[in-house]
């Protein structure tokens, strides 16, 4: 059974940064592309950074440039660096497996970590 557990949510000020983890267990992580989805209140989720297998990476307009997402099959986690943040980056982010490809539906996923950024 697949198992995803996010990490290193906070509350910051505009223009911070932060670091979110993601470590996996229950798969072979090397095969899994990986994602990173957002929540905020009132909308739906979305895909903000993903990863596959071979380290090709796809990112949200929102936050090309100012976000970066890694993998370390060695330690089975994914993380997103997240910098220059904006109160409109405020949402519960999860973290998300598949095979498959990048985008598209997701079937395993983490119990999220909230981000907060006061303007």
């Known amino acids: 059974q697949v198992h995803l557990v996010e990490s290193g949510g906070g509350v910051v000020q505009a223009g911070a940064s932060l670091r979110l983890s993601c470590a996996a267990s229950g798969l072979t992580f090397s095969m899994y592309n990986m994602g990173w989805f957002r929540q905020a209140p009132g909308k739906e989720r979305e895909l903000v950074a993903a990863i596959s297998r071979s380290v090709t990476t796809y990112y949200a307009d929102s936050v090309k440039g100012r976000f970066t997402i890694s993998r370390d099959n060695a330690k089975n986690t994914v993380h997103l660096q997240m910098n220059s943040l904006k109160p409109e980056d405020t949402a519960v982010y999860y973290c998300?497996?598949?095979?498959?490809?990048?985008?598209?539906?997701?079937?395993?996923w983490g119990q999220g970590t909230q981000v907060t950024v006061s303007s």
């Open positions: 998300a497996a598949k095979i498959g490809p990048m985008t598209g539906d997701y079937r395993n």
